[in-house]
């Protein structure tokens, strides 16, 4: 929707309307000119100018390709989750899934020193794992 070449040679009120738009996507798509320009402080003229310097006829034809862009990513969302989800269950269903689950058990029960690493959400599994572990491990654990 943006093409690097072009977003390369905006001007400054170019740049700032591109920045508005890509954090507020949602609430463009519905707005009118004036609206947008009240919201930017930026002329209705210069948005007509910006919309099209993009290639487009004009602020109209602007949203509504801006709407079939959210729509994809959305698609394209679901999409990512559903092959993710499974991909999941086709590894877990798999006839050797124990058997490399039981090897990684094994792998963890020999081990002197285990250590647990996370940031951020996997900070708090890397902790919740090893307080599991320490309950019923003799080796070491970190965390």
């Not at 093409?3 to 738009?21: A, D, G, N, Q």
């Not at 090897?103 to 951020?120: N, T, Y």
Request: aromatic share 14%.
């Amino acid at each position: 929707m943006f093409p690097y070449e072009v977003v390369s040679k905006f001007t400054e009120t170019e740049l700032h309307l591109y920045r508005y738009i890509m954090d507020n996507p949602e609430k463009v798509m519905y707005m009118r000119v004036r609206e947008l320009a009240d919201e930017t402080h930026v002329s209705a003229a210069s948005i007509v100018r910006f919309t099209r310097k993009l290639g487009y006829d004009g602020f109209s034809e602007f949203k509504v390709q801006l709407k079939q862009a959210s729509k994809e990513k959305g698609k394209k969302k679901t999409a990512d989750t559903i092959e993710v989800l499974e991909e999941f269950f086709e590894r877990t269903l798999r006839r050797d899934y124990d058997e490399i689950l039981d090897k990684a058990v094994d792998v963890i029960d020999d081990a002197q020193l285990v250590v647990f690493v996370g940031i951020g959400t996997s900070g708090i599994l890397a902790e919740y794992g090893s307080r599991f572990f320490f309950e019923f491990a003799e080796a070491d654990v970190l965390y």
